[in-house]
């Protein structure tokens, strides 16, 4: 049976519309934003770590849709798994019968989660920490949960409540009553657990924005503190999670540490199909499900549906079958060393940081007269100027897709699919080198865009 609905047909016809569509339908800023920054381009097709535009000019992914493509674009194990899954014709989601795939994910899941139980699926990192968070609240019997400055854990009113950046909570208030404290700040993790009241510390192994890792030993220390005073320990690995890191998670870098639940999305999906998961010790679950009475007191309307599981047994399958994780590590530590050699030919560099391919390039005031002064206009306009002037030529100039960490920050950061090879590292710093050459020669493009942005910085006060 055929109908009227030919979506080829409709991408040829009115495919050409995107920009419009967008500024007319959505979100008002977007378009505005990428046309400001000439990041307005059309890309037709994408296969692993890269993508072509309209003209057909192939393009590297350093950004990996915000960690979303761990395995690349359209990864053929992945493909085929859907497509397996819609030939099934499953009777998905009849919400009153047990399918197989969500047990089989969450079997294979657990595998490589030593002291962790159970899972319950969703759709979004967001929604596995919304999960952690009502089910350490449920468990404990306690109402706050502590979370880092500068954290980012999703932006649904839940996860944003231990969102730690400003700029994501103002004008959404009043949030749940949870408590902020630095990264590696054990007298205060102790200070707010002696008042009884909290229920967990929920923490990124190493934070998204400024990509800064925890300090040494500092995880296994908040744990022991949690644990004496009957808190949870919940580790954010929507980002850090599933090899990104050159572990499977960003935590086990660490000995002795074992989070009570931790939250994974992103590159579970393959890319395709969104999917979060929250896994977590028995007596968690338990006490959340105590009874039957109880059974959907915490569920989701499309988790566990056939797509994403198929998806997410195939993403686990491809990184055992290739050995994603150790390729991550290996080229990671090729790609941090070749830009730590740069660090002291360039004075606008001042460090490179991170693990695997999780990688933060962060600019600082140079030491020249000529260079300070221009740095000093920049960061007058607007803190982090800098950084986008080096995002755009990679971009306009060499073909390579990065973006800053965060507001206001002087950092890039690198996550690109975790299957980029040799060649894709060469590529990359070549390019790198030869916009940190433009930035630290006498004129240039790079600094006449800085003009621009500067301009407009100035404009939007």
Known sequence: MTGGFDLRALLSERGAERYELHARYLNPQLPRMLHTIGFDKVYERAEGAHFWDADGVDHLDMLAGFGVMGLGRHH??????LHDVLDARLADLTRFDCQPLPGLL???????????DRVFFGNSGTEAVETALKFARYATGRPRVLYCHHAFHGLTTGSLSVNGEQGFREGFDPLLPDTAIALGDLDALERELRRGDVAAFVVEPIQGKGVHAAPPGFLRDAQELLHRHGALLVADEVQTGLGRTGDFYAYQHEEGVEPDLVCVAKALSGGYVPVGATLGKDWIFKKVYSSMDRVLVHSASFGSNAQAMAAGLAVLSVMEDEGTVAHARRIGDLLSGRLRELVPRYELLHEIRGRGLMIGIEFGRPSSLGLRGRWTMLQA????????????????????????????????????????????????????TAVMDDAHGGGGLMWDFGKTLVKQAVAQR
């Open 76 to 81: 053929p194990v992945v493909r085929k798994a």
């Open 106 to 116: 969450a079997e294979k899941l657990l595998t490589r989660s030593p002291h962790l």
């Open 381 to 432: 306009a607007r803190k982090g100027l800098f950084a986008q002037m080096v995002v755009v030529p990679l971009l306009q100039r060499h073909r390579i897709l990065t973006q800053v960490s965060g507001d206001h920050l002087e950092v890039i950061k690198l996550i690109p699919p975790l299957i980029i090879d040799e060649a894709d590292v060469d590529r990359f710093v070549t390019a790198f």
